[in-house]
């Protein structure tokens, strides 16, 4: 009898079996790992955008509102507002300000700080 070399078909259906079973797992890590970077943008996006106004309204006289600086484009989706909370004492004016960004519609991030009044 001659002997036969090569593969027969189960061997070669349960490589095909491992093999599908490793390239899902691979496309599901890549799938989250893209997510995350997704977010990890987003929020670092937000956050750069949030020290931006923030630094701008101070650069402002001191107001009890503020309108937010311009987005530039390159940001398209993002949007800023800008609240304020006046605390006043006997010896000092101070201003809460609080600048939240919202990516879609959707809050990313806040950001607050403090102004006084340089006038009292």
């Known amino acids: 009898m001659k002997s036969k070399k090569g593969f027969s078909l189960i061997e ?4 095909l079996g491992l093999l599908g079973i490793i390239a899902a797992s691979i496309l599901g890590a890549l799938g989250t790992a893209a997510k995350a970077l997704f977010i990890t ?7 750069n955008l949030a020290e931006s106004q923030m630094e701008y309204v101070k650069e402002l006289d001191y107001a009890f509102t503020y309108d ?3 987005i530039p484009n390159e940001y398209t989706g993002y949007s800023a507002t800008i609240t304020t909370d006046n605390i006043a004492s006997m010896a000092s004016n101070i201003q809460k300000i ?4 919202s ?17 009292n």
């Open 12 to 15: 070669v259906v349960i490589a």
């Open 41 to 47: 943008d987003e929020r670092e996006t937000a956050r």
């Open 68 to 70: 937010p600086a311009a």
């Open 98 to 101: 609080m600048v939240t960004i």
């Open 103 to 119: 990516h879609q519609g959707k809050v990313v991030t806040r950001l607050e700080d403090y102004k006084r009044c340089s006038g």
